[in-house]
């Protein structure tokens, strides 16, 4: 096993490199339009809509437009297993991480540790680099990080019980949409009524091949959800002060949880669990849910830290330190996860 030549390799591929430098420049952009102002400070807001609102559904809902095979059908499951596990682990794990807390500074720290930004951050890198297999993984993944967070998350920050606001945000926002509609196309195109193509017959509700006028579209939207994500962080960036993050240890702490030992508990629970039969990844479906996990602080659970006063300052240092540190730590784990994928250790 040649580690080195195996890490030399990965930095020579092409395709990792060219993923991991667009990222990084794409986000340098918005941080530069941001800070010479040719981007004005509601523009950080607006893009991030776009991409929550229109871009991200469509790519979606696109990556379903697929034939289902056994091996995508065994993986989706078993991330969809894991990625309700996961979260269960992490409301017991994060409380040893935070023992020397107390109050709300400590609850804040948990749930912000919990929840990253997967849709906004994580999805777009994965679509760079994984392309439609990863993008049905991560969609999968995420069906049970929204039924904690808005759920487990809500009640935690707020004191208070579950309410219907949280239950239609859970279920009705056009990301959710898409990817149940996609998911119920690609899970029972074969019991869906069938059309004849020039590539033989498929599923009516497979627009890839039965409405490529509608299904085009949607590909041009999908498109745009990486750049769009990249320059919003970039300018979100641009508008916050360093000074006064980087001089909370708290917050320094947290990241190093958040970025590092977060993913690092994923990896360990991937591979206890495959290594015993339980559930099955291959290299595509665990980098996915190490990427999602290696995410920066949550929009939503920074909301709630502002919107019930649990140490709001705190959570706005924690989640700019933690954004600039998945910057710089989510290409060195790409790199790992392909030296794992070379060594065939998972």
Same mark, same amino acid.
């Given at each position: 096993?040649?580690?080195?030549?195996?890490?030399?390799?990965?930095?020579?591929?092409?395709?990792?490199?060219? $993923?991991?430098?667009?990222?990084?420049?794409?986000?340098?952009?918005?941080?530069?339009?941001?800070?010479?102002?040719?981007?004005?400070?509601?523009?950080?807001?607006?893009?991030?809509?776009?991409?929550?609102?229109?871009?991200?559904?469509?790519?979606?809902?696109?990556?379903?437009?697929?034939?289902?095979?056994?091996?995508?059908?065994? *993986? %989706?499951?078993?991330?969809?297993?894991?990625?309700?596990?996961?979260?269960?682990?992490?409301?017991?794990?994060?409380?040893?991480?935070?023992?020397?807390?107390?109050?709300?500074?400590?609850?804040?720290?948990?749930?912000? =540790?919990?929840?990253?930004?997967?849709?906004?951050?994580?999805?777009?890198?994965?679509?760079?680099?994984?392309?439609?297999?990863?993008?049905?993984?991560?969609?999968?993944?995420?069906?049970?990080? #929204?039924?904690?967070?808005?759920?487990?998350?809500?009640? $935690?920050?707020? %004191?208070?019980?579950?309410?219907?606001?949280?239950?239609?945000?859970?279920?009705?926002?056009?990301?959710?949409?898409?990817?149940?509609?996609?998911?119920?196309?690609?899970?029972? *195109?074969? *019991?869906?009524?069938?059309?004849?193509?020039?590539?033989? $017959?498929? !599923?009516?509700?497979?627009?890839? !091949?039965?409405?490529?006028?509608?299904?085009?579209?949607?590909?041009?939207?999908?498109?745009?959800?990486?750049?769009?994500?990249?320059?919003?962080?970039?300018?979100?960036?641009?508008?916050?002060?360093?000074? *006064?993050?980087?001089?909370? #240890?708290?917050?320094?702490?947290?990241?190093?949880?958040?970025?590092?030992?977060?993913?690092?508990?994923? &990896?360990?629970? &991937?591979?206890?669990?495959?290594? =015993?039969?339980?559930?099955?990844?291959?290299?595509?479906?665990?980098?996915?849910? @190490?990427?999602?996990?290696? =995410?920066?602080?949550?929009?939503?659970?920074?909301?709630? $830290?502002?919107?019930?006063?649990?140490?709001?300052?705190?959570?706005?240092? !924690?989640?700019?330190?933690?954004?600039?540190?998945?910057?710089?730590? &989510?290409?060195?784990?790409? @790199?790992?996860?392909? &030296?794992?994928?070379?060594?065939?250790?998972?």
């Amino acid at each position: 096993m040649d580690l080195l030549n195996i890490f030399e390799q990965t930095l020579t591929d092409m395709n990792v490199v060219s $993923a991991i430098t667009s990222t990084v420049f794409v986000i340098l952009v918005g941080y530069y339009c941001r800070k010479r102002e040719i981007f004005s400070e509601a523009v950080s807001k607006i893009l991030s809509k776009v991409v929550l609102t229109v871009a991200l559904p469509a790519l979606a809902f696109n990556a379903f437009m697929k034939p289902i095979n056994q091996e995508q059908l065994q *993986q %989706g499951m078993s991330v969809l297993i894991w990625g309700i596990l996961i979260y269960i682990v992490l409301i017991f794990v994060t409380k040893i991480f935070y023992l020397k807390y107390e109050g709300d500074r400590k609850t804040t720290l948990e749930i912000l =540790t919990i929840f990253g930004s997967t849709t906004f951050f994580g999805i777009p890198i994965i679509s760079a680099i994984y392309g439609d297999e990863g993008v049905i993984y991560a969609n999968i993944f995420n069906i049970g990080y #929204r039924i904690f967070l808005y759920s487990y998350g809500f009640i $935690a920050m707020s %004191g208070l019980k579950m309410d219907k606001k949280n239950v239609k945000t859970m279920f009705l926002n056009p990301i959710v949409l898409a990817t149940f509609g996609g998911l119920f196309i690609w899970l029972f *195109q074969d *019991q869906l009524p069938q059309v004849q193509t020039a590539d033989g $017959a498929v !599923a009516f509700l497979r627009i890839d !091949a039965t409405a490529p006028w509608l299904y085009k579209p949607l590909e041009y939207l999908a498109k745009l959800s990486s750049p769009l994500a990249w320059l919003s962080i970039g300018a979100t960036l641009g508008s916050l002060k360093f000074s *006064q993050a980087a001089s909370n #240890r708290t917050a320094w702490y947290y990241t190093v949880m958040k970025i590092i030992a977060v993913p690092v508990i994923n &990896i360990l629970g &991937i591979y206890l669990l495959h290594g =015993t039969g339980l559930l099955h990844f291959n290299p595509t479906s665990l980098a996915t849910t @190490v990427i999602m996990m290696a =995410t920066p602080t949550a929009t939503v659970a920074a909301a709630y $830290a502002i919107n019930f006063d649990k140490d709001a300052v705190l959570a706005s240092n !924690a989640s700019l330190l933690s954004t600039l540190a998945a910057v710089i730590m &989510i290409p060195l784990w790409i @790199v790992i996860l392909e &030296i794992i994928s070379q060594t065939g250790i998972l």
